[in-house]
């Protein structure tokens, strides 16, 4: 059974910092695609950032050049790492494998 599992969410203010993390469990977690989505209120899930099993990574216009997405095989778990903040950055964000999703972790990003 696959378990897909993130951490490092909370409030934040525009301009500051976070790292999500997502730990799988049930997969051989070096051979799959992973990817972070997020979904603000009102709005449809997209895709935030997505890393290859060889680490080739791509990432929404939004939020290029500010996250940064990797990878820990030995350690079963994908990272986000968001810099520079911003308010439209506010969301629940997702691990993503395939058909696999985790339950979301929030990110609010207020003054």
């Known amino acids: 059974q696959v378990q897909l599992v993130e951490s490092g969410g909370g409030l934040v203010q525009p301009g500051g910092s976070l790292k999500l993390s997502c730990a799988a469990s049930?997969?051989?977690?070096?051979?799959?695609?992973m990817g972070w989505y997020r979904q603000a209120p009102g709005k449809q899930r997209e895709l935030v950032a997505r890393i290859t099993p060889d680490g080739s990574t791509n990432y929404a216009d939004s939020v290029k050049g500010r996250f940064t997405i990797s990878r820990d095989n030995a350690k079963n778990t994908v990272y986000l790492q968001m810099n520079s903040l911003k308010y439209e950055d506010t969301a629940v964000y997702y691990c993503n494998m395939k058909i696999n999703w985790g339950q979301g972790t929030q990110v609010t990003v207020s003054s």
């Open positions: 049930g997969i051989i977690f070096s051979i799959y695609t």
